[in-house]
Structures are given as structure tokens and as C-alpha cells.
């Protein structure tokens, strides 16, 4: 990590940085703390204590904070927060939760190096919680927060969204409702030299097939047909075939259970199957996931996938369902001009060029939700970290300031600019 001289920051610019840089064992420190309490989605009361954290810290920066229940959607709540000022709108995007549970082994922060720390949720995304506080904090003590219009939304329940969406994603939905700018701290392909203008959406589908039961050798007569199974496997080749070379667009199944009985168990994402090689296959359910580039890749592709469904080997049947599950975010020309700006506020940082990642090399997120409402996105602006969902994850400390840095200046930038009317 390369730095050169600030040549191109202004004397507001050269102070938020001055205050990251001074500041710097103070949000190690609150990196450490959070990353300490477990905040698997389902322990609820570590994902509480997490938001209480960092709620303290934004209400001593004079922001209206509220804890939204999440019973209606069987998890813990988030965070959401507001400061009021003028100009554009811009919101934050962090999440409090993390993949590791209590039963997980992988449960306490430890120190490497200068360039390394372990811990559950460093980079995914604790750290980048911590880089919202801190760079709300740097242009607090410079004195422009107080004339800004900030959202910070930190949702409970990124790694496993609760049920219904429209329920769990209400309150990020209607503060991008109300933005004009929405920016994601979630670790993206991890480098801290690119950043996510687009996400995939990721959603799932469930393919169920039933054909005739009988003896295995009257398979492939008039009465009896093809059988489940082998539908079923016409269906899942022809996916490939046809799809399999779409740029960006990716649809796998995960799940398949097949013969004379399926018992699928949908929370369990598994299930029993019965049957003999001498018996003609009755049913076969297959899980899997999609995930699409645009709204038009996806709706394309889904179309796709059911007129396959549709046609049938003989004696058989099929129907494939759809959820809702995360939207995509598709790279817009707004986008692109976001990451522009934050490019250039790299380069006068001294941390060098700032380019797109490649949207296969980074999941969804929660950013997707903004889609269709703001009129600039970005996302990945976390930690440097790797391992991410495993017990191996870690993260560079050194990024906090970095990243704390780069975006303390970018929302300067940004507010000095005039504001458009909202779309």
C-alpha cells in the first residue's frame, strides 16, 4: 500500500485526513470491540449489542438513531440513522451481522502484524462499519457534518435476510427512496484499488419434476415415458446449454433429490429420497440460485429457464417458481461517474487508481436494494481482507484509514456540489 504526497487536497481535505490518520488506534480499537461480539444473524442479542455500539457512536455525532425491531421478519432489527442538513442525500450502508454463530469455533479478533488481523466479520463487514464511523467523525471534528444530509442504515440481517423481503428490506428501501447517492461499505473482491459500480442479484429457484411410477422395463413405452429423473436431467443439461455462456448471468443447482419418494426440508436445505434401480422414478425436486447482472438478464434468463420446463420428455411433467431474493445492481452511468469521483479522490490521496471490479468476483448485497432510487451508487468500499464466510477471514488494519480517508473527502466533495432535484 503506496502512498504519495497529498499534492491535490485542499486545506479542508488535508484535515480530514490529518484527523483519520490521528484517530487511527481509537477505531482499531472499536474494530476490535465489535468484532469481539458475536453477531451471528440468529443471535440476535449480539447483533443488538453490535448496533448499540455503534449507535452510541452516531448519537454523539447528533444523529437521530432508531433500532427497528425485527420481529415482524424473525430477526434482530437494524440500525438506522439521520442527520439533517442541507444539499444532497447521501446513504451509508453497513451491516452488523456475520455468518459465524455461536457454535461456530471461529469467535475472537487476534493480531498478526501491522497488516493482518483474524477475526469473524473483520472484513465482512465489521471493518467497514467501523470506516462509517470514523469518517463521520473526521467531518464532524472539520466542522461540515453539521450541514450535511447523511442516512446510515445497518441492517441485521445481510448474511441471512429475514422473511418476508419487503418486511426485512423496508427501512433501507425507503431511506434509498429518499437519497440521492447510496454508498456500500461490504467488502467486495476484497482489493482496496476496485470497487463495485454493479452487483449480481441472487435469488432462488425450485424445480420439481413427477413422471409415471412403474417397473423399470416398461421405461420409455407410450404409458410410462421418461420418468422423472431423466426429465429432470434434460431439464438441468438444457439450462447449461442454453445459458451457460451469458455473460455475468450464473444459475446453479445445489439440491436435487430423485426416485419412487422425495421428502425436501427447505429450512434445512436438504431432504430423503427413496427409490430402487428397478423402479421407474415418480418425482425429483432440485434447489439452486441465480444470479443476473440487470433486471433484463434476470427476467431473459428465468423465461429462458421456464420455456425449457415447459416442453417435457414424454409422461412427464415439470414447473419451475422463482423467489424474490436480493435485486440486481446494474452498473448505471451514474454509477460510473461515482467512481469517477472516488478515482480521483484516491489519486489526490496518493493511494493511486480506483477501478471496477469484475461482478463475478464479489456476492450481493445489500446495496442492491437501492437500485431503481438513487442516481449514484457504489459499493466495496471496506477493508483489504480475504476469506470471507471461513474461518481463515482476515483483514489489513491499515485500511481502515485508508478507506476512511478516501471517503471523508468523497462526501465533501460531493456536498459542495449543487443537488439535483430527486428522480
Known amino acids: 500500500m503506496v502512498m504519495t504526497a497529498q499534492a491535490q487536497l485542499s486545506k479542508t481535505e488535508k484535515k480530514l485526513a490529518a484527523y483519520v490518520d490521528a484517530h487511527q488506534a481509537e477505531a482499531l480499537k472499536l474494530l476490535e470491540e465489535v468484532v469481539n461480539i458475536n453477531s451471528g444473524t440468529m443471535n440476535f442479542d449480539g447483533v443488538r449489542k453490535v448496533g448499540q455500539v ?26 438506522v440513522a439521520r442527520h439533517t442538513g442541507k444539499g444532497k442525500t447521501i446513504l451509508l450502508i453497513g451491516h452488523l451481522d456475520t455468518v459465524f454463530e455461536l457454535s461456530s469455533p471461529f469467535q475472537k479478533y487476534t ?26 467523525q473526521a467531518l464532524n471534528d472539520a466542522g461540515l457534518l453539521k450541514d450535511m444530509n447523511i442516512l446510515v442504515v445497518m441492517t441485521g440481517d445481510e448474511e441471512m435476510s429475514g422473511d418476508p423481503l419487503s418486511k426485512s428490506k423496508y427501512d433501507l428501501i425507503e431511506a434509498a427512496k429518499e437519497a440521492d447517492i447510496a454508498i456500500g461499505f461490504e467488502d467486495g473482491d476484497g482489493l482496496t484499488e476496485t470497487a463495485n459500480i454493479s452487483r449480481r442479484s441472487a435469488s432462488g429457484w425450485v424445480l420439481k419434476v413427477t413422471g409415471v411410477p412403474s417397473h423399470s422395463s416398461q421405461i420409455f413405452t407410450d404409458k410410462i415415458g ?52 428397478n423402479i421407474v422414478a415418480k418425482e425429483v425436486t432440485v434447489t439452486g440460485d441465480i444470479r443476473a447482472i440487470s433486471p433484463e438478464q434476470l427476467n431473459k434468463a428465468q423465461e429462458t429457464m421456464k420455456g425449457i420446463v415447459a416442453r417435457h420428455l414424454p409422461q412427464t411433467q415439470a414447473e419451475i417458481t422463482f423467489d424474490e431474493g436480493y435485486p440486481p445492481l446494474a452498473p448505471s452511468p451514474g454509477n460510473y461517474e461515482l467512481l469517477k469521483y472516488f478515482d ?3 489519486k489526490d490521496l496518493g493511494y493511486g487508481p480506483v477501478t471496477a471490479n469484475k461482478p463475478r468476483d464479489a456476492g450481493a448485497a445489500d446495496i442492491s436494494f437501492t437500485s431503481g432510487y438513487v442516481d449514484m451508487a457504489i459499493d466495496g468500499l471496506g477493508l483489504g481482507s480475504a476469506g470471507g464466510h471461513t474461518i481463515h477471514e482476515i483483514a489489513d488494519p491499515r485500511t481502515v484509514a485508508m478507506q476512511s480517508k478516501r471517503t471523508a473527502v468523497l462526501l465533501y466533495r460531493l456536498t459542495q456540489q449543487k443537488s439535483a432535484p430527486k428522480r
Open 111 to 136: 493480531v498478526e502484524n501491522d497488516s493482518v488481523v483474524h477475526g469473524p466479520g473483520v472484513g465482512d463487514m465489521k471493518g467497514g462499519d467501523v470506516v462509517i464511523i470514523q469518517t463521520l
Open 54 to 79: 455503534f449507535r452510541t457512536k452516531l448519537d454523539a455525532l447528533g444523529f437521530k438513531t432508531q433500532w427497528v425491531d425485527g420481529t415482524p421478519f424473525n430477526r434482530a432489527g437494524h440500525l
Open 226 to 277: 421418461a420418468g422423472a429423473i431423466y426429465e429432470a436431467s434434460r431439464i438441468l443439461y438444457s439450462f447449461y446449454n442454453d445459458l451457460s455462456k451469458e455473460p455475468d448471468l450464473t444459475f446453479n443447482p445445489g439440491v436435487i433429490l430423485g426416485g419412487s419418494s422425495v421428502e425436501h426440508d427447505f429450512d434445512k436445505n436438504g431432504g430423503s429420497a427413496f427409490g430402487k434401480e
Open 344 to 346: 480521483q479522490v484516491s
